[in-house]
């Protein structure tokens, strides 16, 4: 079985200061991870993904996330965050179907809600 | 190039009736899924369909059922309605041998 613990609610930012939200996983085998965010009565937009190689994963938006596979965390950070970050952020783990080079159904989070103040 | 596309955009419906929430994904996207968002939570996985044959199914009751047509579109329907399955219904799209899914802006269902 997999899942994914996203341990803040709500993360409080200043505008210009570093953004983390923070992301554990479990899964069976090779952990393929997503974050994405959501804007208020939107569906959901693709930021990055993890599926091998370098540890860390520049994505959209001046985001990246670092893998650690010992920790089983795939954080996801910003260096500088901007009011208009402020959104819901789900990290997500999936497995890939290699039978019908498809994506198993991916276990989100319960998202954290980052607000980032001027 | 079209995203996602899904119909309606809000929908309310009565206890016991039943409703069909449509999907058109992304042209040449084979691999459609769907999920449901309960307010204040994650999305959860209800259905996966990969070349109209259904390759998932997440811990929903049979109420819940779907299928995938031969233009790869999608018809995610829901009998006997609960209160409890008010939520944004969203529904995502991958392109065989892409990475991630990607999703529509979803249905809200509202069930009063």
């Known amino acids: 079985a997999q899942s994914v613990a996203q341990p803040e609610d709500q993360v409080n930012v200043a505008e210009g200061n570093p953004l983390t939200v923070k992301c554990t996983y479990s899964?069976?085998?090779?952990?393929?991870l997503f974050w994405y965010v959501q804007y208020p009565n939107r569906g959901l937009q693709f930021l990055l993904k993890?599926?091998?190689?370098?540890?860390l994963v520049k994505g959209s938006y001046g985001f990246e996330a670092e893998f650690n596979k010992s920790q089983t965390s795939f954080h996801l950070k910003k260096p500088s965050a901007l009011v208009s970050d402020s959104a819901l952020y789900f990290c997500a783990v999936s497995v890939l179907i290699l039978t019908t080079d498809s994506w198993g159904k991916f276990q989100f989070g319960a998202g954290t809600q980052v607000v980032v103040t001027p | 190039d079209a995203g996602v596309t899904q119909s309606p955009t809000h929908l309310i419906k009565t206890r016991g009736q039943h409703v069909t929430l449509r999907c058109s994904p992304i042209?040449?996207?084979?691999?459609v899924s769907w999920y449901q968002q309960v307010l204040g939570q994650g999305p959860q996985f209800i259905f996966q369909y990969y070349e109209k044959e259904e390759r998932g199914r997440g811990n929903f009751p049979d109420r819940f059922s779907a299928r995938q047509f031969p233009n790869y579109s999608s018809e995610l329907n829901v009998n006997a309605l609960l209160l409890g399955d008010s939520a944004l219904y969203l529904c995502?799209?991958?392109?065989?041998?892409?990475?991630?899914?990607?999703f529509g802006s979803g249905t809200r269902l509202t069930v009063v």
């Open positions: 042209s040449g996207h084979k691999s």
């Open positions: 995502a799209s991958r392109l065989t041998g892409g990475n991630g899914y990607t």
């Open positions: 993890y599926i091998t190689g370098d540890n």
């Open positions: 899964v069976s085998g090779n952990p393929y």
